[in-house]
T-cell receptor, first 111, second 122 residues
Framework: DVKVTQSSRYLVKRTGEKVFLECVQD?????MFWYRQDPGLGLRLIYF???????EKGDIPEGYSVSREKKERFSLILESASTNQTSMYLC??????????FGPGTRLTVT | AQKITQTQPGMFVQEKEAVTLDCTYD???????LFWYKQPSSGEMIFLIY??????QNATEGRYSLNFQKARKSANLVISASQLGDSAMYFC???????????????????FGKGTLLTVNP
């Protein structure tokens, strides 16, 4: 079975802190994705990566950056957390052209 | 640009009955794929079923089937014999199947609808 893990299920951070969300997959997938999910807005793509050290902006990249130094690991970075970044963050991975597999999500609260 | 519309914010169904969750889409791509995901209260998104735009037959996976009507641009999910464990959010999603012109992953992006909350009553 595909396994996508995220470093934390729940996280509380203060405004202005630098926040790292980690995602690891064990299926040698080329593609990895970061989404945020908010009530009434569905899932929105923040960034994705199609190869090691390769990345593209999604629909809402502002305030975020990403890092992919190894194929299995994709990190989402909030350079200076703000309250409007309080959300559920979901990581996913896939082979190109196949369905995406999701991690359990990280519920981030910025106070 | 692609767009997914799920018009039912919430649905209720009695246990053991069938239920249809609506999904309409809009795209200018001639070749595309349609997906359904389930999200229980635990938060993890679970892949359910896939339909390609050129597939001749509607997709089925166990109790899940996809009622694909290309001319109407609809891809409704049908769950037969509902179970209490089917209570969850359900998301319809799509992506293009057109190969990328350049190296990159932009053609593999999924566009999601806003979801339908299904509640199965005992």
């Amino acid at each position: 079975d595909v396994k996508v893990t995220q470093s934390s299920r729940y996280l509380v951070k203060r405004t202005g802190e630098k926040v790292f969300l980690e995602c690891v997959q064990d299926m040698d997938h080329e593609n990895m994705f970061w989404y945020r999910q908010d009530p009434g807005l569905g899932l929105r793509l923040i960034y994705f990566s199609y190869d090691v050290k390769m990345k593209e902006k999604g629909d809402i990249p502002e305030g975020y950056s990403v890092s992919r130094e190894k194929k299995e690991r994709f990190s989402l970075i909030l350079e200076s957390a703000s309250t409007n970044q309080t959300s559920m963050y979901l990581c996913a991975s896939s082979f190109p052209a196949y369905e995406q597999y999701f991690g359990p999500g990280t519920r981030l609260t910025v106070t | 640009a692609q767009k997914i519309t799920q018009t039912q914010p919430g649905m209720f169904v009695q246990e053991k009955e069938a239920v249809t969750l609506d999904c309409t889409y809009d795209t200018s791509d001639p070749s595309y794929g349609l997906f359904w995901y389930k999200q229980p209260s635990s938060g993890e998104m679970i892949f359910l079923i896939y339909q390609g735009s050129y597939d001749q037959q509607n997709a089925t996976e166990g109790r899940y089937s996809l009622n694909f009507q290309k001319a109407r641009k609809s891809a409704n999910l049908v769950i037969s014999a509902s179970q209490l464990g089917d209570s969850a959010m359900y998301f319809c999603a799509m992506r293009t199947l057109t190969p990328p012109i350049h190296s990159g992953g932009s053609n593999y992006k999924l566009t999601f609808g806003k979801g339908t909350l299904l509640t199965v009553n005992p």
